[in-house]
């Protein structure tokens, strides 16, 4: 690069954390100098491409035990079978319930490995009601149950475009067609939750859910209201059919690593979201087949 900027005759201001080796990538530049460079890079490569590997492949067993113990028995609530606390596979398990934590939550992140272990050993001993990132997990006789906890819910807001709502859901009005009004003029819609109040009155149907838990989901789910009034769901109200709702997959809605495709995929599945897009590499990260889970 500064032989390049030298042939045009270009300045440049210098990095002083590019000798620094209080940082890693000067480091690492002092050991790829070496000798030994090449097979130093060899190594740190197979090193990455195993690590890769075992990540796509934790991935896909956790998406194998969404797909076999988790369920959603009604609108923003996830029913884990006891059986997923019984797998023999902990390190798969705890991984599939630190993301339907995140997915549930609305969280981009993962709650840290040690506090779903602990929670998950916790599931393991019996009856609880937690929370972690956002997420109640709440543990009844007839399942465990995840759902959106109360707090911390969006405020009421005009809808002016298309956003993640609460991490959880994308909204998206049709302003071309004329149906609804934005921003914040009077009677235009509002995007806020139903509320407690709102999911009392709200018929529900939980696929033998708790009705308690059913409605406690419902209230922390998206509705629109206009002039002080709740109309109901978002996407439901056909007054205003113009707004689409969807579910997103929160800790992939805003980046999506090519090793957790396939585990995305059946979060998306299960919550009811667009199918995730394809990788646009030519192929995904090469697996080792023959590392060790």
């Given amino acids: 690069m500064r032989a390049f900027l030298q042939r045009e005759h270009v300045g440049w201001v210098e990095d002083p954390t590019n000798i620094d080796t209080n940082?890693?990538?000067?480091?690492?530049?002092?050991?790829?100098?070496?000798?030994?460079?090449?097979?130093?890079?060899?190594?740190?490569?197979?090193?990455a491409r195993r690590a890769a590997g075992e990540r796509e492949q934790l991935g896909?067993?956790?998406?194998?035990?969404?797909?076999?113990?988790?369920?959603?028995p009604a609108r923003g609530l996830i029913r884990l079978d006891p059986g997923l606390a019984e797998a023999d596979d902990t390190r798969a398990s705890v991984y599939a319930l630190r993301v339907l934590?995140?997915?549930?939550?609305?969280?981009a992140l993962l709650p840290d490995q040690a506090r779903g272990e602990a929670l998950f050993?916790?599931?393991?001993?019996?009856?609880?009601?937690?929370?972690?990132?956002?997420?109640?997990?709440?543990i009844r006789r007839n399942g465990i149950f995840l759902r959106r906890e109360s707090r911390d819910l969006?405020?009421?807001a005009p809808i002016a475009g298309t956003l993640l709502w609460d991490g959880r859901r994308r909204i998206t009005p049709d302003i071309e067609a004329g149906a609804i009004t934005l921003g914040d003029s009077p009677g235009a819609w509002l995007i806020a939750p139903l509320g407690a109040a709102a999911a009392a009155r709200t018929p529900i149907a939980g696929d033998g859910a708790p009705p308690s838990l059913v409605r406690a989901a419902l209230a922390a789910e998206p509705a629109l209201w206009r002039g002080g009034e709740c109309l109901g769901f978002a996407g439901d109200v056909a007054a205003a059919a113009?707004?689409?709702?969807?579910?997103?997959v929160a800790p992939f809605a805003r980046f999506l690593p090519c090793f957790d495709l396939v585990l995305a995929q059946a979060v998306a599945e299960l919550i009811g979201a667009p199918p995730v897009p394809a990788c646009p590499l030519a192929a995904t990260v090469?697996?080792?087949?023959?590392?060790?889970?």
């Fill in 23 to 47: 940082f890693e990538r000067p480091r690492i530049r002092a050991v790829l100098g070496e000798d030994r460079s090449g097979q130093r890079f060899a190594e740190a490569i197979g090193l």
């Fill in 60 to 72: 896909r067993r956790a998406a194998a035990l969404i797909g076999e113990f988790a369920s959603r």
């Fill in 101 to 107: 934590l995140a997915a549930t939550g609305g969280t």
């Fill in 121 to 138: 050993e916790q599931m393991r001993a019996g009856r609880l009601c937690a929370t972690l990132s956002r997420a109640v997990v709440d």
């Fill in 154 to 156: 969006p405020r009421s």
């Fill in 242 to 248: 113009a707004i689409a709702v969807s579910p997103a």
């Fill in 286 to 293: 090469p697996v080792d087949h023959g590392a060790k889970a």
